[in-house]
């Protein structure tokens, strides 16, 4: 919860910055500075929650996921001729490897960047909403991370047949 009112602060002050370098000069100094402090908590929070998140067991198993206690379950299929609402909605069906590398994308593009364009000092409405499109962007990719590292007992099911 706290990462992300962090996130939408920042993002919202992002935008604002840009905003007021366009329409209220006087203003973009407070809304930069802002920006400047809600990003930094922000990618400090969700580096900490990647972490808390790396270092998670999951407790859910395939006899779980299916309330079945025998210890040796076999799937053969997904009990469908194609796929289904829970393949579809709840599997990204993207590999290990992709939800690597868009990791330190979305670090990048929402955090990194951002900050560097806000710490440049030029408060241009340009620049600033640069700094805003990169930082949605990365956000974008941050919540599509965080849904799709999620590990839905229902996925332990479908995932070898999907």
Partial sequence: MV????????????????????????LTQFFVGWSIVLTALGCASRVASLIR???????????????????HIVQRSQGAMGGSFNTREFFHGKSAAFLRAIKPVFMLLAFVIPLALLALGKFTPALLGVAFI?????????????FAQANHPQNLYYQNIS
Wanted: glycine letters at 8%.
């Fill in 3 to 26: 990462n992300y009112t962090l996130l939408g602060g920042a993002s919202g002050f992002t935008l604002a910055a840009a905003f007021s370098a366009w329409r209220a000069p006087d």
């Fill in 53 to 71: 998140n790396h270092r998670l067991k999951p407790k859910s198993t395939l006899q779980t996921a299916i309330g079945i206690k025998h210890p």
């Fill in 134 to 146: 990169l930082q949605y962007i990365g956000l974008l990719a941050e919540r599509w991370f965080f």
